[in-house]
């Protein structure tokens, strides 16, 4: 039980991350962003060239949130607000367009090679329950944690933290008095795509075997995407308590139910099968989310 | 209303009357009908089978139009019923011993099944919710589903062609068949009282419910004719590769899906099935071009080693762009061209019945 409640935190935390960006998205533009694992691919990338070119690692991880950064400002700039009075159907296609394109781009120029790039910090560091912890695997977690509290003041505690949930409340009014709603767009879109960053950069270094073009989308998009609305889909606190969830619960299925011979021979994808149930029980008792409110 | 009629006259007088100007619009079918039916027997077998994979996708379109277009529900999990009615086929073909036919029909009941099964979820779950709840189902059935020892658990399992049909030319021409029949079948539906009524529902489930119409009944079967068109697309798809295994449905080809939909038109028969077809073969036709001598010579070294992935990164572009141009996708794109095509002048103002304005999805 032990291991499989600390990996899934790990997880959980990967998933939160993504999903702390899915919502600010979702509270700015109301739209579900597919090219939010993305900014993490792009970032990982970055981080990959970064140091194979030789630099510190401090560096190659602020030129890969600034890539992150960059291309949800890009996105932001070029997608979202030409097309800001277009059905959501059309938003919600165009950020998949963004996903696919990045994913084609990667492949275009440098092949689909797996590449790999060492953990921020090495080695174990600590045993909760006998279970070995890699530094990268605390470092996620910590990530999360700073990341959370760093949000959650910001957006009690700052003039500018209010307007952009005043933008996402009522635009009209928001912009009557006197706040940018289209300034509020860019930052979080700026703000989602530096948390899809640092998921990715730090979500790509767990696994040893390395990456390939659209790695982060590919693992983690779907589960991060259930997250956040196991946790309500407008609720900030509802994303980091849903990965967590949806990551622990992952886990425990697999150690519980995924080792079971019979389970193992004809039944493949537990992890998968949980994921989709959770996902329909928490919709069916609770619409808007563990946390979320009429949205 | 009177400038309406007039309008309605100076139309009437500018349609085409006399031969001479019939000629030009006739020259133009043959040449569509020459690119349809006659070019793949010039093309070699690599390209016929590109064209194939080109109708599937059509009928993909087509079916996600359905749902997206007539009534409004987002699914992003398609790549999961397509995959369903693929292995369907392939298992009532391979381990049941029967003929291909009765695995294309299989596969149209399974799609339909397992389309209805995400009905039954679309009555509760409503909006961008549902397309959460189809995007989790399309990853379970490519983890899960795809994987069971029945239907080879990873390995696949074999999907051959009908007798007759075995060449990549003639198979070709089945998939064109069922396309026709896809689209008949389409055409009909919209015209129906059930198509009026899935439109109704769509535009508003309250107002549409006042008026009689059983929300229940028509929702589940907009999903239950959607999954008949992909389980079939599905089945030609299996077919096409003669081998289904569960890494052909991965979940960016669910993104592909409804990106060409959408880019195509959403709710424009024509549209969507060049959208269609146009996804499925602008990435390998490009990378040929890139493969001749001249342009071979022209392009740095990187754009020539992975040319194959050009389109992709060419067709996002493209598709942000139409998006923001033409939110009706290639089927606003080609309407004066299809006007003057039936005889009317070459301009975009008075379609006959095509609806303007893209999906009106609320969240």
Not at chain 2, 246 to 274: K, N, P, S, Y
Request: positive net charge; hydrophobic residues 55%.
């Amino acid at each position: 039980m032990g291991s499989a409640i600390v990996l899934g935190l790990v997880y959980g935390s990967a998933y939160a991350l993504l999903g702390l960006g899915i919502v600010l998205i979702y509270k700015g533009s109301r739209v579900f962003n597919f090219a939010q694992a993305e900014f993490g691919t792009v970032a990982a990338f970055t981080v990959y060239l970064a140091r194979s070119n030789g630099l510190p690692y401090p560096i190659a991880i602020l030129l890969a949130l600034a890539a992150a950064v960059l291309m949800g400002l890009g996105t932001e700039r070029f997608v979202v607000q030409p097309l800001f009075d277009a059905p959501k159907v059309t938003l919600l296609v165009a950020t998949a367009g963004v996903a696919l394109g990045s994913i084609a781009l990667q492949l275009f120029l440098g092949g689909a090679k797996l590449r790999a790039y060492p953990p921020a910090i090495r080695g174990t560091a600590f045993r909760p329950f006998g279970v070995a912890t890699t530094w990268q695997q605390v470092l996620i977690v910590l990530a999360l944690v700073a990341f959370a509290v760093a949000l959650a003041a910001f957006f009690s505690r700052t003039f500018l933290g209010l307007a952009v949930l005043a933008v996402a409340q009522e635009p009209t009014a928001a912009n009557l008095s006197g706040i940018s709603v289209k300034r509020v767009s860019a930052l979080v879109w700026g703000l989602a795509a530096l948390l899809g960053g640092a998921a990715g950069v730090l979500a790509t270094a767990l696994q040893e075997s390395g990456f390939t073009p659209g790695y982060v989308t590919a693992n983690f998009l779907i589960f991060a995407f259930v997250a956040s609305v196991i946790g309500g889909i407008t609720s900030l606190p509802g994303a980091v308590l849903g990965g967590l969830v949806l990551g622990v619960a992952q886990q425990v299925t697999l150690t519980y139910v995924g080792e079971f011979e019979w389970v193992k021979n004809n039944l493949p994808g537990s992890q998968e099968i949980m994921t989709f149930v959770l996902l329909l029980i928490v919709l069916t008792f609770r619409p808007n989310g563990l946390l979320g409110k009429e949205a | 209303m009177a400038v309406a009629s007039l309008e309605r006259d100076v139309v009437a007088e500018r349609r085409a009357t006399t031969v001479v100007q019939w000629l030009p619009r006739i020259a133009a079918w043959l040449v569509i009908a020459y690119l349809v039916l006659l070019m793949p027997l010039r093309l070699d077998q690599f390209h016929s089978d590109r064209f194939a994979l080109g109708v599937i996708y059509a009928i993909v379109a087509l079916s996600l139009n359905v749902l997206i277009g007539y009534a409004g529900q987002i699914s992003l999990g398609h790549q999961g019923f397509f995959g369903v009615g693929a292995f369907t086929s392939a298992f009532v073909v391979t381990s049941q011993g029967q003929s291909f036919w009765v695995g294309l029909i299989a596969a149209g009941i399974g799609g339909a099944i397992s389309s209805a099964l995400m009905g039954l979820v679309a009555l509760r779950v409503k909006g961008l919710y549902l397309a959460l709840v189809t995007l989790a189902y399309g990853r379970l059935a490519q983890e899960s589903l795809f994987l069971l020892p029945a239907f080879g658990g990873g390995a696949g399992i074999e999907a051959p062609r009908p007798a007759g049909f075995v060449t990549d030319r003639a198979y070709y021409y089945l998939c064109l068949m069922v396309l026709v029949v896809v689209v008949y079948t389409d055409w009909r539906f919209v015209k129906s009282k059930a198509g009026r009524a899935v439109n109704a529902l769509r535009e508003n489930e309250q107002v549409a419910s006042s008026y009689a119409v059983n929300i229940r009944t028509y929702k589940l079967l907009a999903f239950v004719i959607a999954g008949i068109f992909v389980g079939l697309a599905g089945a030609l798809f299996a077919a096409r590769g003669q081998r289904v295994v569960a890494g052909d449905f991965e979940f960016q080809l669910a993104l592909l899906f409804v990106i060409m939909t959408v880019v195509g038109g959403i709710r424009d028969r024509v549209g969507v099935v060049i959208g269609g077809v146009f996804f499925a073969l602008f990435s390998d036709y490009l990378a040929d071009f890139l493969d001749k001598d001249w342009a071979h010579n022209l392009l740095p070294q990187f754009v020539n080693e992975n040319r194959d992935q050009l389109g992709s990164v060419v067709g996002a572009v493209l598709l942000v762009i139409t998006l923001i141009k033409y939110p009706g996708g290639i089927g606003q794109q080609l309407r004066p061209v299809r006007s003057w095509l039936t005889g009317g002048p070459f301009s975009a103002g008075h379609s006959d019945g095509f609806v303007e304005e893209g999906v009106r999805g609320r969240p």
